[in-house]
């Protein structure tokens, strides 16, 4: 078993929706990290949080240590917003481990 | 800037050949990474390395060894590739916490196909 699951694992969305991507982690952490992966592309780096939430533009990452959660959000989602969005969890500070992604694929 | 840079980007090469893919940052981090993202976009990570202590993961065969000629490179050899060694290698880079750690910076990945 993976130690970090994410939901869904693809998702279609007009666009306009608001997106909520969901991850769940079975494995003390010291951060969670969510990504972005564009079709054929790198891997970019969204948000680096260990409690709470953080906004980004449209973006808002929020995380619940207790119940071993995070959500990612996208208001007012756009074509461009189309990647994949990988969770990750460092469990210490040079470890990772990762989702399995989640496809979002927004529609004009 | 390009803060961690890996090329070739796309590599095609033929069974049994030996390859190596070169990876390196500008951010002066400490702990370097390869990962393997495989054709389900599943990202595993392959070493971690920092100039003290290099982390290998127990799956990844012998024939994949990592070189660090200094802090600012991590380079990664592939000898006698196969088939199943088809993916998408990703190289990062952040400043290593044992308590708190820091973001981790992406290479653009490494396509590469044996045929």
């Known amino acids: 078993k993976n130690e970090v699951e994410q939901s869904p694992q693809n998702l279609t969305a007009q666009e306009g929706e608001f997106i909520t991507i969901n991850c769940s982690y079975s494995v003390g952490i010291s951060a969670l990290h969510w990504l972005q992966q564009h079709p054929g592309g790198g891997i970019v780096s969204l948000f680096m949080l260990s409690s709470g939430k953080k906004k980004h533009g449209r973006l808002i990452a929020t995380i619940n240590i207790q119940e071993k959660h995070s959500s990612l959000h996208i208001t007012a989602s756009h074509p461009r917003d189309s990647a994949v969005y990988i969770c990750a969890v460092s469990p210490t500070g040079n470890q990772f481990y990762f989702g399995t992604g989640t496809s979002l694929t927004v529609i004009p | 800037d390009t803060a961690v840079s890996q090329t070739p980007k796309y590599l095609v090469t033929q069974m049994g050949n030996d390859k190596s893919i070169k990876c390196e940052q500008n951010?002066?981090?400490?702990?370097m990474y390869w990962y393997k993202q495989d054709s389900k976009k599943f990202l595993k990570i392959m070493f971690s390395?920092?100039?003290?202590?290099?982390?290998i993961n127990e799956t990844v065969p012998n024939r994949f060894s990592p070189k660090s000629p200094d802090k600012a490179h991590l380079n990664l050899h592939i000898n006698s590739l196969e088939l199943g060694d088809s993916a998408v290698y990703f190289c990062?880079?952040?400043?290593?916490?044992?308590?708190?750690?820091?973001?981790?910076?992406f290479g653009q990945g490494t396509r590469l196909t044996v045929v």
């Open positions: 390395y920092n100039n003290k202590e290099l982390i």
């Open positions: 990062a880079s952040s400043l290593r916490g044992s308590v708190a750690p820091t973001e981790a910076f």
């Open positions: 951010l002066g981090h400490d702990t």
